[in-house]
């Protein structure tokens, strides 16, 4: 059972930060590809950002340079965290997993079997 639980949402004013945390076993972020996607109202789900077993990470290029997506295995956590946030950049977020295989990139989202329930962030302009 692959359960991962999303944190950190709120709301913040256009150019402020906030970082969303992920949950899941040891194993899952150890080994398993972990991904943010996110969801604005009245659009569609969109993969936001990636990184694989080794660490090799991978952004959109609607957050390259302001999201950073890490992970602290002895903590059993993902983490994304979001500067210079935009009123675009408001969405529920999601984090997803995907069991080891030769890819690991947010641009396929049905790669992804592995969700969470999705954290809110809004931001205000």
């Known amino acids: 059972q692959v359960q991962l639980v999303e944190s950190g949402g709120g709301s913040v004013q256009a150019g402020g930060s906030l970082t969303l945390s992920c949950t899941a076993s040891a194993y899952i972020i150890s080994t398993y590809c972990m991904s943010w996607f996110r969801q604005a109202p009245g659009k569609e789900r969109e993969g936001v950002s990636s990184?694989?077993?080794?660490?090799?990470?991978s952004y959109a290029d609607s957050v390259k340079g302001r999201f950073t997506i890490s992970k602290d295995n002895a903590k059993n956590t993902l983490y994304l965290q979001m500067d210079s946030l935009e009123a675009e950049d408001t969405a529920l977020y999601y984090c997803?997993?995907?069991?080891?295989?030769?890819?690991?990139?947010?641009?396929?989202?049905?790669?992804?079997?592995?969700w969470g329930q999705g954290t809110q962030v809004t931001v205000s302009s």
């Open positions: 997803a997993a995907d069991s080891p295989s030769r890819r690991c990139t947010w641009y396929y989202e049905t790669d992804f079997g592995y």
């Open positions: 990184i694989d077993s080794n660490g090799s990470t």
